[in-house]
């Protein structure tokens, strides 16, 4: 058995719908409105989706039925360890609004690939929100609960894999059910529809930029992998980056679709050397400069932590107080784990109170160093600053 624990994903907001979701699931079972006996199953067969005679009401029921506590334990554990994360990215309203539609389309893909039986539990939907953390947050790590035999172990994998797996493995189990001995009484049809669903509209909505990117989703993974191979293959035809008057020799051709990325490429690793090379000389004014440009030719620069952070400090030391909160910004999502975190999100507080004016991301960065920070002089510096933010927004 595997069950993921948590995920290294810092949330940025309370995601109070995905615990409103899972009160729901919860109440309705201990209310009696589950499959775990034939009195309770010939109770709630009405909101069952039934194949045979489904109802619109069923598909939206359906998902917050159950057949037992392990099926309900088992699927509420997956909703809180991803769904959190995905409320955070959608917002409430979108990410209720995602939910029951990954639901309904995990049933209507259930009904249409497989549905010979009725069907309940939010598994579907809990595959649609999966199916998005999986292209919005590939590079984060999951720690998972392992049992073997007679040990519990906890391994920690990248999500990408894991839920990867599980798509893939969910849309193996649907093709295998329709040809094979069957699926066991698992929705393995609504697993994979969800997952497909989810994945879609993740991906959708990053194309169209309805959500914010950053360096780490699906899409600019593989952005990267592409560029950076298109420059090795030019570099592999006698490309010199560093030459201007350099041109690959000795080799077949290659088209400009093929190489359109490549001088952006070796401009983004020409900075990226300089700005290493003004760090390691302690000229911060030039490696600020640097990342600057940087900035300007890749959507979101990020350096190694300890350049990363240099140069954040040293954006906001020349009062460049957007450059330096965009760069913090950046630290935050890349390096989660700093153990000093809390001492940027109190900069971060700063920032955006004092010199940026921009008093709700002020008051979340204030709120979240408080709950880590115990230094008593910051400790008061942060109440003391989060007290005239929220004075201020209320104001305003």
């Not at 506590?69 to 990215?89: E, P, Q, R, T, Y």
């Not at 493995?169 to 049809?189: E, H, K, R």
């Not at 169209?208 to 570099?235: E, G, I, N, P, Y």
């Not at 004075?391 to 305003?396: G, N, V």
């Amino acid at each position: 058995m595997i069950l993921p624990l948590r995920t290294d994903y810092r949330l940025k907001r309370t995601p109070w719908v995905n615990y409103a979701i899972i009160l729901v699931n919860v109440v309705l079972y201990v209310f009696g409105y589950s499959a775990s006996t034939s009195e309770h199953q010939q109770r709630i067969t009405e909101w069952m989706l039934q194949p045979d005679a489904p109802r619109l009401v069923q598909f939206f029921s359906c998902m917050f039925l159950h057949a037992g506590v392990v099926h309900l334990l088992g699927n509420m554990v997956f909703l809180w360890v991803f769904g959190n994360a995905i409320n955070d990215k959608f917002g409430h309203a979108g990410y209720l609004a995602f939910y029951l539609a990954g639901g309904v389309l995990a049933g209507v893909g259930y009904l249409l690939l497989a549905g010979t039986a009725p069907v309940l539990g939010a598994s579907g939907a809990i595959a649609a929100v999966a199916g998005a953390y999986l292209v919005l947050l590939p590079a984060t790590n999951v720690t998972l609960l392992v049992w073997l035999f007679y040990l519990l172990l906890p391994v920690e994998v990248s999500s990408l894999y894991f839920i990867l797996f599980q798509f893939l493995f969910d849309t193996f189990m649907t093709l295998w059910a329709s040809t094979g001995p069957g699926s066991g009484g698992v929705a393995y049809a609504a697993h994979a529809t969800g997952y497909g669903f989810g994945i879609l509209v993740a991906t959708g909505l990053l194309a169209l930029r309805l959500l914010k990117r950053d360096d780490f989703d699906l899409l600019h993974l593989l952005q990267a992998h592409r560029r950076k191979a298109a420059f090795r293959r030019m570099v592999a035809a006698g490309y010199d980056p560093f030459s201007p008057t350099s041109s690959p020799t000795g080799a077949k051709k290659i088209t400009v679709t093929t190489v359109a990325d490549a001088p952006a490429a070796a401009e983004e690793l020409r900075l990226r050397q300089a700005i290493a090379s003004a760090c390691g000389m302690h000229d911060m004014p030039s490696a600020a400069e640097g990342y600057l440009k940087l900035a300007e030719i890749t959507e979101h620069p990020v350096l190694p932590r300890q350049q990363q952070l240099d140069v954040a400090n040293q954006l906001m030391a020349s009062r460049r107080y957007a450059a330096a909160a965009g760069a913090y910004e950046r630290f935050i999502e890349s390096f989660p784990k700093y153990e000093f975190l809390a001492d940027i999100h109190l900069m971060l507080g700063l920032l955006y109170g004092r010199y940026l004016h921009q008093y709700e991301p002020a008051e979340a960065n204030l709120t979240r160093a408080l709950e880590t920070i115990h230094d008593p002089t910051k400790r008061a510096m942060a109440t003391a600053e989060l007290a005239g933010v929220q004075s201020r927004r209320k104001s305003s």
